[in-house]
């Protein structure tokens, strides 16, 4: 299958899911797409030899929809089949998810059902949890709610902010993404 991958900022993860596709993979990125032009990992995908562009959300203002279909456009020029979320920060509408439904991922730094949506690591400390971690899951119109396929554990220690328990839990979001997506792929 030919793999996109979303992004909004740095793109760790998606350089993750980039390495193991070149290395023991049936699946290919064909496309590493940002929703500005200033998302630092858009310069990764270029190094790692990647296909890579970008559609600036801000010019769409609040439709959505249009933004997805510019969005929509770049993956049918890819021919993309498989779409890996990966630390991509815009909520996508139903517009958009039920076109990719069943063949979208997205990785997400909580276990879910737990702290969907933002600051995650910072409500994991409040509540005083001792453990956080990360979610691997299809896409579904329902914010961070899709069939899960792959979760990992971190302690929450005592000394922890949420800085520390992110790079934590980054760690483990790399180890389980493209995990998930091997899986995912077997099953398609
Ligand atoms: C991180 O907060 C990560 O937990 C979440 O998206 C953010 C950026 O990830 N998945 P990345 O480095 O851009 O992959």
Redesign the pocket.
């Known amino acids: 299958p030919r793999v996109a991958v979303l ?8 350089v993750k899911l980039l390495d193991s596709m070149a290395a023991d993979h049936p699946a290919e990125p064909v496309l590493v797409l940002a929703n500005s032009a200033d998302a630092g ?1 858009l310069a990764k995908a270029k190094a790692h030899g990647v296909q890579s562009d970008f559609v600036d959300h801000k010019p769409y203002g609040a439709d959505r929809e249009a933004f997805e279909d510019a969005l929509i456009a770049k993956l049918d020029t890819a021919k993309a089949d498989v779409i890996c979320l ?2 991509f920060m815009r909520v996508l509408t139903p517009h958009f998810i039920d076109r990719y439904e069943g063949r979208m991922l997205n ?3 909580s276990l879910l059902p737990k702290y969907k949506g933002l600051h995650t690591h910072a409500r994991a400390i409040t509540a005083g949890d001792t453990e956080a971690g ?1 979610t691997v899951h299809e896409v579904t119109a329902k914010l961070d709610d899709g069939p899960i396929l792959l979760q990992a554990r971190v302690p929450i220690r005592l000394d922890d902010t949420p800085d520390t328990l ?1 790079a934590r ?2 760690k483990q ?1 790399h180890r389980i993404y493209p995990q998930a997506l091997r899986q995912f792929i077997r099953k398609l």
């Not at 992004?7 to 993860?13: C, R």
Request: proline fraction near 5%; hydrophobic fraction near 35%.
């Open positions: 992004i909004s900022g740095g793109g760790s993860n998606m990992g990966a630390g990785i997400h730094p990360c992110a839990v980054l979001e």
